[in-house]
């Protein structure tokens, strides 16, 4: 269990911390960019989804970015709140990335 915080993040990233600390999230921002945490999170989510995450080329952000958007769309009924390029773009806003 986790305390969600008066601003709503602080619970919801030591969550993220826990199911993927292999790729020492801290933040909303920069830590997204590459699109492998969020790949990584799917599968740790849902075990099998997404098992390549670790291979998944840092420079192919972008597609990295889609990827993991689509798989949380189509297989966890998650809806998109922030596009690909955003989520590649080093000033993503934090607030979308929650």
């Not at 969600?4 to 997204?32: F, H, M, R, T």
């Amino acid at each position: 269990e986790y305390d969600i915080g008066a601003d709503g993040c602080d619970g919801l990233l030591k969550w993220v911390q826990s199911k993927i600390p292999d790729y020492n999230v801290v933040g909303w921002k920069k830590d997204w960019n590459d699109g492998r945490a969020v790949n990584a999170l799917i599968d740790a989510v849902c075990p099998g989804l997404m098992p390549g995450h670790a291979e998944l080329n840092p420079e192919n952000a972008v597609e990295n970015c889609r990827a993991g958007i689509e798989l949380a769309h189509t297989k966890l009924g998650i809806d998109p709140r922030v596009l690909p390029e955003e989520m590649a773009h080093p000033k993503v806003d934090k607030n979308a990335m929650q």
